[in-house]
């Protein structure tokens, strides 16, 4: 049986570039995964590893790491609260201020499934030879820096 759709071809371009176009598809892929598991959207995982890597964060901070509005980030953090991972803190001197801390296990299941595709990757470059990783992690610095030009 014939199909009438053309066989999917390579993607243009050279090796490293597909390379790089594979990892980032590849983590994209891992990430919804993970979210789809934890039946977190993409917003609140941000939110949710951004304040487990810095605890006590104020809202403002989520809401200018997420480039949301103030609205949006009470919100957002009202449902993770509501979810039961992170917790509010009133800060001690200014009533006003509240602290938002992950009150969930980032290094452990369910929740360490946002990062283990990160965790694989920084494992493998761990046995990589560290010359290399650096002569690999200067070239996709420099490729980063060219495309945002």
Sequence with gaps: MQSSEAPLSPLPGSAL??????????????AAEARRALSLNELDARALLFIGDNPGARPSHVRDHLGITSAGVTTLIDRLVQRGAVKRDLDAEDRRVNHIT?????????????????????????RMDPALADRVAGVIDELVAHARR
Excluded at 17 to 29: D, F, I, V
Excluded at 110 to 119: G, I, K, V
């Design 102 to 126: 992950a009150i969930v296990d980032l290094d452990a299941p369910p929740w360490s499934e946002l990062r283990a595709f990160d965790a694989a990757i920084e494992d493998a470059v761990t």
């Design 17 to 30: 570039g597909r390379a790089l176009l594979a990892y980032g598809e590849a983590r994209r892929t891992a």
